[in-house]
């Protein structure tokens, strides 16, 4: 079982920037997807961006396409959102998730994803 701990989330200004990280412990993270998903209060999870395990494809969410970007480094078993240009509408709760191991196709769809962080929350104000 693979154990996910996110972390780096704060509360900034609209503008601002912030780096999440995701560090995993257990099997392999090396052979996970991974992605990004969020959650704002009375509105459902929404998928953010991923990344296959190999990091040679990457996704993104339509309201996040040029202002965040995906990042792994699979030899310290974390990942990384690195935001920027943050909007009051980023406001959420941050959740890091795995799929796999070694999947060929790489989801867009939480439920698709295995083993899942505890969040951090990320607050943008105006």
């Known amino acids: 079982q693979v154990q996910l701990v996110e972390s780096g989330g704060e509360s900034v200004q609209a503008g601002g920037s912030l780096r999440l990280s995701c560090a995993a412990s257990?099997?392999?993270?090396?052979?996970?997807?991974m992605g990004w998903f969020r959650q704002a209060p009375g509105k459902e999870r929404e998928f953010v961006a991923t990344i296959s395990w190999s990091g040679g494809r990457t996704y993104y969410g339509d309201s996040v396409k040029g202002r965040f970007t995906i990042s792994r480094d699979n030899a310290k078993s974390t990942g990384y959102l690195q935001m920027n240009n943050l909007k009051p509408e980023d406001t959420a709760v941050y959740y890091c998730?795995?799929?796999?191991?070694?999947?060929?196709?790489?989801?867009?769809?939480?439920?698709?994803?295995?083993?899942w962080g505890q969040g951090t929350q990320v607050t943008v104000s105006s």
């Open positions: 257990g099997p392999s993270f090396s052979g996970y997807t």
């Open positions: 998730a795995v799929d796999g191991p070694f999947n060929v196709v790489v989801s867009v769809t939480s439920n698709d994803y295995d083993y």
